[in-house]
């Protein structure tokens, strides 16, 4: 039977690399963008050596990790294997071989830079009208970090280990009290000396939490926090924020700041507003966003808040509900099912996180006949208000008057991350540190918007935008350098 036989492996073949690597490939695209980044200016810093070999240059390494990234890989040696084994990375780099040392530490160096390079490119998108501005959907992701459960800390958990070493040492010394063999008892105050170290160790890590001022401690990424990953699984890492603009669903900014949503959505918010320079814009975002205070700063700041409401918080034990009491804006007041007007002192009280007024009326609510189906409370009902309470409302009201655009919020984000995380495997993190995570975060958001470019033009018509941009900046350059050759020539004749 015949087969399809390839090529004899020993027969000697002339070829070049250009002719192997596709005109549509990934690998073309990134070259292009990495020509036309400033990269000086972007903080990338090529540090030549007196002695020894040249280093490589920065543009040489930043390809290599937007293409790695997109790729799936990651890791600093499995960089440095594409770079002798992949034809398109050899493409991309011209033959050249980096270490796995100088690729990790490229990246570990210039998380500033990478920062600067996805916000120069979202401002580049702006400028070409991809980004509009106008509606921007703030989600998150959780991705775990170089971080295991075990070396993270909160006082329970320590309070646990406390309770399990005292209950250990008593079992232990009960056993040495009925010991008759010397030998055994070596053993068991062998034993008991393990668990007092072990005790001393968490003593220490409890000393620590406390100097730290947090309600948790990582011993290996310090930066790390627990969170719930998915269907109430804990593990240690990171809630990456992100902001998407509607227009055709590119990044806009991101953070990794906060370990939930509930103080996240008016720092994401002005960022985004700050980096687009729009006087206004509508931000829509899910049910964790939804903080007063938050919402209250986004109005103050011309941002139109679309967040799902939340239910309000009180109490369902068959009494009259908070929503039947009225609320006059005007009088600051409110009035109860029996017409009795309840006012506030003007104090605003702090409760947890929330600051609030109380509103209330002891004398009529002694005198109602229909007190016991309003409160049990001894000094009669009165009514909790957050002064952001207007804010929450004025966004509840936007949210039911227009649920159509609400429902965009999962249009705009949630395709994003699972690229992110299915097809390109983020769903950890090899840095440590906020910063460093944010360069690894920062990648990848450049990688997807690049992508989505490859989508929305033709191949051809990208590659000649990127093309014109590279001539164009080489013109700047080139503009730059005559006028100070001018400058120096005629400050030459002046002193001649």
């Known amino acids: 039977m015949d087969f399809q036989k390839g090529i004899d492996r020993h027969q000697l073949q002339m070829f070049d690399l250009n002719s192997m690597v596709c005109s549509d490939s990934w690998a073309r695209i990134v070259d292009l963008f990495v020509e036309i980044l400033p990269l000086s200016e972007l903080g990338f810093q090529d540090i030549l050596a007196k002695e020894g070999r040249p280093p490589f240059h920065s543009s040489d390494l930043l390809k290599l990790y937007i293409y790695g990234y997109k790729k799936g890989i990651r890791s600093s040696r499995k960089l440095e294997e594409a770079c002798k084994i992949n034809i398109e990375v050899m493409w991309l780099l011209n033959g050249l071989r980096p270490s796995a040392r100088t690729i990790a530490y490229f990246r570990k160096n210039n998380a500033e830079a990478f920062a600067k390079t996805f ?26 970090a170089q971080n295991s459960l075990k070396n993270n800390f909160n006082e329970k958990k320590i309070k646990r280990h406390f309770e399990y070493i005292d209950q250990k040492i008593n079992e232990y010394q009960e056993a040495l009290d009925k010991a008759d063999s010397e030998l055994i008892k070596e053993e068991i105050s062998s034993k008991i000396e393990i668990q007092k170290k072990r005790k001393e160790k968490y003593q220490a890590i409890e000393k620590q939490l406390i100097k730290s001022g947090e309600s948790q401690i990582s011993l290996i990424d310090s930066d790390a926090r627990s969170v719930v990953l998915h269907r109430n699984i804990v593990n240690v890492g990171y809630c990456v924020q992100a902001g998407c603009d509607a227009e055709y669903k590119l990044f806009v900014n991101n953070s990794t700041g906060t370990v939930n949503d509930t103080h996240a959505l008016s720092p994401m918010a002005l960022d985004a507003k700050k980096l687009l320079e729009v006087k206004k814009m509508n931000v829509i975002a899910d049910k964790g966003y939804t903080t007063g205070k938050h919402i209250a700063i986004c109005d103050e700041n011309q941002i139109q808040t679309f967040c799902s409401p939340k239910e309000h918080s009180s109490a369902k034990n068959g009494l009259f509900d908070m929503q039947i009491f009225e609320y006059n804006s005007e009088k600051d007041c409110y009035t109860c099912p029996n017409n009795q007007i309840l006012k506030t002192n003007g104090t605003v009280y702090k409760k947890g996180n929330h600051k609030v007024k109380h509103y209330k009326n002891r004398q009529a609510c002694k005198e109602c006949p229909i007190r016991e189906k ?17 804010a929450l409302e004025n966004n509840e009201k936007r949210v039911k008057q227009n649920p159509e655009y609400y429902r965009q919020r999962q249009q705009v984000t949630e395709h994003q991350f699972g690229t992110l995380k299915r097809q390109w495997g983020f769903t950890f993190t090899l840095m440590r540190g906020k910063e460093n995570v944010l360069s690894e975060v920062n990648l990848m958001m450049v990688c997807y918007n690049l992508l989505r470019l490859k989508q929305i033009f033709d191949i051809e018509d990208l590659k000649n935008r990127l093309k014109n941009l590279v001539s164009y900046f080489l013109e700047q350059i080139i503009l730059v350098l005559s006028r100070f050759k001018i400058y120096y020539s005629s400050m030459y004749f002046t002193i001649v």
């Open 119 to 144: 916000r120069f490119f979202v401002s580049l998108l702006k400028d070409w009208d991809l980004i509009k501005g106008e509606t921007i959907a703030i989600d998150s992701f959780k991705i775990r």
């Open 374 to 390: 309003c409160t049990t409370a001894k000094n009669g009902r009165y009514i909790e208000r957050s002064i952001y309470q207007e």
